[in-house]
């Protein structure tokens, strides 16, 4: 009997792995399986449009800047209810948009944000038996794919008066978070079957800012006066760590302010930082080859440093260094030793990633960008704009090569969800769904 029954849960566990991150069926979390902005699958839709190639679209009660998840048949989107009250997880059929279930925490309190980021911006995370959500001051909440709810974690008050934006991440048994930005700060890992704390290191470390930032950054060095409140810096994180393997170890990569920082995934241990970043870290680390491309956000730095180091490898190991760059909000792409990245103008670029040589750039339509480029196993590139106008193409050193351009007329700061030949795009309106087998 109980070899039977250790067979039963390890073939379950295989199909879940099998199923899961890597074929392409499916994006788990922010930035896709491998928090990578890639995908898997390929033969996705490249053009479409209010009457052209929609599967479905449902009217979305509050408009949000996270981006939706997808596992097997559902859909997961988080986003505020009852005029702001309440922080919301929506659960829809992914083949038809008929919601499935929908489940919120209530908060009373003020909490701070500006108008372009409404509350709920973080993207939940999901393993295939739960979807986890963190809402700010409301906590983290975990879920199964039914809509129980399985544990909730107070993690204090996120205090900043652009709210905030970072997503939780899985790795192993655990669930990662940045937690900020504002007056506390910190990485902490919870047990993702419990929500109990496995380890935590304090990220607001004035000290270290002061240290790493150095004269090659005095154009920023306005934004960082330590007589200010906290929570009215203009400074902050507000992206999501990545996990890289190097070397033969797993490193959890953040980027905080002015420095890139690396910690042991399993206990929270530090491992390398590399100074000269930007006050304002909104885009995600870009990893290509074992290389960390960290761009600043409003003017501020950007650099390249080489994973796997030890202790303070800002002269051993970072290989470029702008101190003051175009501005970047959204996450770029790694391929064949390029970053494709488009800025806060919705200047579309091509930067070499060992010398940070900008290769090309090109305007493309539908104006700005807050959203990060998604890329498919087939070569294809989806850039979405503020409009809802998203640009297709294919990535090249050479120049700037367009295959689509689509709009949809709905304002949207999420970005471009593949999940084998199905497109997903949430906009300030609506939840849309694209397929070209329709």
């Not at 979390?29 to 839709?45: I, L, M, N, Y």
């Not at 003020?110 to 739960?130: F, I, L, M, W």
């Not at 750039?361 to 979405?384: E, F, H, N, V």
Request: charged share 25%.
């Amino acid at each position: 009997m109980k070899n039977r029954v250790a067979v039963a849960v390890m073939l379950g566990c295989l199909a879940i792995a099998s199923r899961g991150y890597g074929n392409g069926q499916d994006w788990p979390q922010w930035r896709g399986p491998e928090g990578s902005g890639k995908t898997s699958a390929t033969g996705a839709v490249t053009e479409w449009g209010p009457e052209q190639n929609v599967n479905w679209r449902i009217d979305l009660p509050a408009a949000g800047n996270s981006t939706p998840i997808v596992w097997d048949n559902r859909i997961f989107v988080t986003l505020p209810l009852a005029e702001g009250k309440e922080r919301g997880l929506l659960c829809v059929d992914r083949r038809t948009g008929e919601e499935l279930w929908r489940q919120s925490v209530v908060y009373e309190e003020p909490e701070a944000t500006h108008k372009t980021n409404p509350y709920c911006s973080a993207t939940p995370v999901t393993d295939g038996q739960r979807v986890i959500a963190w809402f700010g001051s409301a906590g983290l909440v975990c879920w199964d794919l039914e809509g129980k709810e399985l544990w909730r974690r107070d993690l204090g008050k996120q205090e900043h008066i652009w709210g905030y934006g970072s997503s939780p991440i899985l790795h192993e048994d655990l669930c990662i978070l940045n937690f900020g930005p504002g007056s506390r700060e910190s990485l902490i890992a919870v047990d993702k079957t419990t929500g109990q704390t496995r380890w935590e290191v304090q990220s607001l470390d004035d000290e270290a800012e002061r240290k790493l930032s150095g004269p090659e950054n005095d154009g920023n060095a306005n934004d960082f006066t330590s007589d200010a409140p906290r929570r009215e810096r203009l400074r902050g994180a507000w992206n999501t760590p990545i996990i890289v393997e190097v070397d033969g170890r797993s490193e959890l990569v953040a980027v905080l302010p002015r420095r890139v920082v690396a910690f042991d995934p399993a206990t929270g241990q530090q491992l390398w930082t590399c100074g000269g970043g930007a006050p304002l870290a909104y885009a995600s680390p870009i990893e290509s080859n074992g290389v960390i491309v960290a761009l600043g956000g409003y003017g501020g730095a950007s650099l390249a440093v080489r994973a796997g180091g030890r202790g303070d490898v800002t002269e051993t190991h970072r290989l470029w260094h702008k101190p003051r760059d175009r501005g970047w909000l959204g996450t770029g792409v790694a391929h064949e030793g390029a970053i494709y990245v488009c800025d806060l103008g919705g200047v579309l670029g091509c930067l070499d990633v060992r010398t940070g040589e900008e290769l090309w750039k090109s305007r493309t339509g539908g104006g700005g960008t807050w959203s990060s480029i998604t890329q498919t196993a087939d070569g294809l590139m989806y850039l979405l704009t503020k409009s809802g106008t998203t640009t297709v193409f294919r990535p090249s050193r050479e120049g700037f090569e367009q295959v689509a351009e689509n709009e949809l007329n709905e304002s949207t700061n999420a970005s471009v969800v593949v999940a084998g030949s199905d497109l997903v795009i949430r906009t300030d309106d609506a939840l849309w769904a694209f397929t070209s087998s329709r």
